[in-house]
């Protein structure tokens, strides 16, 4: 089975099962493990560029420094969304962010890790339709990743860019 066409059932078969049921799936149709770093193996395979998130702060202040254009391309994880609130910031059509609350660390169980403060700030920081989207879903306060494609952002309020470069 080709990647692309695990990935197209792995996000129908979450949909359907939670993301338990999609880390069950992989773990059922996925080769071994690669050595080295495994996402950005894969996503290598897809010539995608990954930006997996991190720590919030170090986010903010990468975005406080930035001058000029920002183009999100590729996939976007986690913190990597707090990019959304720069004002010189755009999305490529296909581009995908994923959305989730924030955590104190992943120390454990990821549903009592969850930090509501944290994860009402970053989401006070993205544009309001974006906002009120992600409110009214509340993906904000799941650990659970949920996706939004580049066209999606735009029907809410997010720019598209307007040329295919990547940073």
């Known amino acids: 089975m080709a990647i692309a066409a695990r990935f197209v059932d792995l996000f129908a078969f979450r949909k359907l099962f939670g993301a338990a049921g999609a880390a069950l799936f992989l773990l059922a149709v996925a080769p071994p493990p690669v050595m080295g770093d495994g996402l950005d193996t894969l ?6 560029h990954l930006d997996r998130g991190g720590k919030i702060a170090q986010y903010r202040a990468d975005i406080s420094q930035a001058s000029g254009a920002h183009v999100i391309s590729g996939d976007c994880m986690s913190a990597c969304t707090l990019w959304l609130s720069y004002k010189h910031s755009c999305v490529e059509p296909d581009a995908v962010l994923w959305f989730h609350a924030a955590s104190h660390g992943m120390n454990g169980n990821p549903w009592k890790d969850i930090d509501p403060v944290a994860s009402e700030n970053v989401l006070q920081s993205y544009p ?11 993906w904000m306060e799941r650990p659970d990743y949920n996706t939004l494609s ?18």
């Open 150 to 167: 580049g066209r999606e952002l735009a029907a809410l309020g997010v720019p598209l860019c307007r040329s295919k470069t990547i940073n």
């Open 128 to 138: 309001p339709r974006l906002r009120a989207f992600l409110k009214a879903q509340g």
């Open 43 to 48: 996503f290598s395979s897809f010539s995608r």
